[in-house]
């Protein structure tokens, strides 16, 4: 079992930045495969960079460049940097852990970019 609190979303200009974090626990950490997704208004859950547990990260082509993904396993926390953030970056973006069979997700974190 692991259980997911995301912090960090808030509101922010076009072009600034944000640090989200993901704080896990229930199991062990390092053998999870992380991720964060986000859904904007409207439309369908779409994943935003992943991190694999050897620490190989994918990213969706409207982020590259200016999100990076990270994880600290001594922490159990894996964190999104967001930078040069854009209005259609705006959408609730979740945190996800899946080992095997099991797939778990965080609540949500509004990000709001506007001016």
């Known amino acids: 079992q692991v259980q997911l609190v995301e912090s960090g979303g808030g509101l922010v200009q076009p072009g600034g930045s944000l640090r989200l974090s993901c704080a896990a626990s229930?199991?062990?950490?390092?053998?999870?495969?992380m991720g964060w997704y986000r859904q904007a208004p409207g439309k369908e859950r779409e994943m935003t960079a992943t991190?694999?547990?050897?620490?190989?990260?994918n990213y969706a082509d409207s982020v590259k460049g200016r999100f990076t993904v990270s994880r600290d396993d001594a922490k159990r926390t894996v964190y999104l940097q967001m930078n040069d953030l854009k209005p259609e970056d705006t959408a609730v973006y979740y945190c996800?852990?899946?080992?095997?069979?099991?797939?778990?997700w965080g609540q949500g974190t509004q990000v709001t970019v506007s001016s």
């Open positions: 229930g199991s062990i950490f390092s053998r999870y495969v």
């Open positions: 991190i694999s547990t050897g620490g190989t990260t």
């Open positions: 996800q852990s899946s080992h095997w069979l099991q797939i778990y």
